[in-house]
């Protein structure tokens, strides 16, 4: 089972940290905290009939460690480190899918706007994403506005893309069907610009789920 995780030398090289260089860190408090990083990556390896959140013990421990750091942006490039699973999930996609929503909130929230907007924008989309499962569609909403002002700031039409497609989810869960085709129409005409095609099936499937929901079959 521990076999998900991705060797944790690769991992380090992606991180940028040498373990051989920690003895030049002159911080003590600094060099213990990188310490703790190396080891819960490369030492840590759970029980046999593990749960599911014990397989990424060690790499959720070393994310915490590196926020205690302040080292936002590595901590976040492990967040959405892929693991070695059948569809090749990042790590904070697979414990959504796991069902541990109360851990992805103090996850998220330990780097939410403390990142540079490229990575910034991923947190806030996960956050509406997470608060969309949970049933907040006010707060899903709020941070899929963010995540959209951030992505189109930046000229990431693939964010955009994902910001307008789980925002014309959600309106079609609170039954405004209306404002649901019009994200998804924008999604489309994003995808089809940038040739998304996951994103342009996502599209047209929300947009046939809003127009059955309106009784418009023959559109649907």
Known sequence: MNSILPPAEMILEKLEIDPKSLRSIK?????SQYRAVVNWLTRYSP???????ELVRGWLEAFHHL???GAWEKATALLCSRLETATREELH???NLWG???ELEQIYSRVVNRVPPKFNGIILNALGRLWTDLGDYEKA???HQQSLAVDEKLGQAQGVGASLGNL???YASIGDYEKAIDYHQQHLKIAQKIKDV???GNALSGLGLAHVALGQYKRA
């Open 67 to 69: 926020c205690e750091l």
């Open 93 to 95: 996609d697979q414990l």
């Open 100 to 102: 541990y929503h109360a």
């Open 47 to 53: 029980q046999s009939e593990s749960a599911s959140l």
């Open 168 to 170: 014309g989810i959600i």
């Open 27 to 31: 911080s003590v408090s600094e060099r």
């Open 198 to 200: 996951t994103g342009q």
């Open 141 to 143: 909403i709020d941070y």
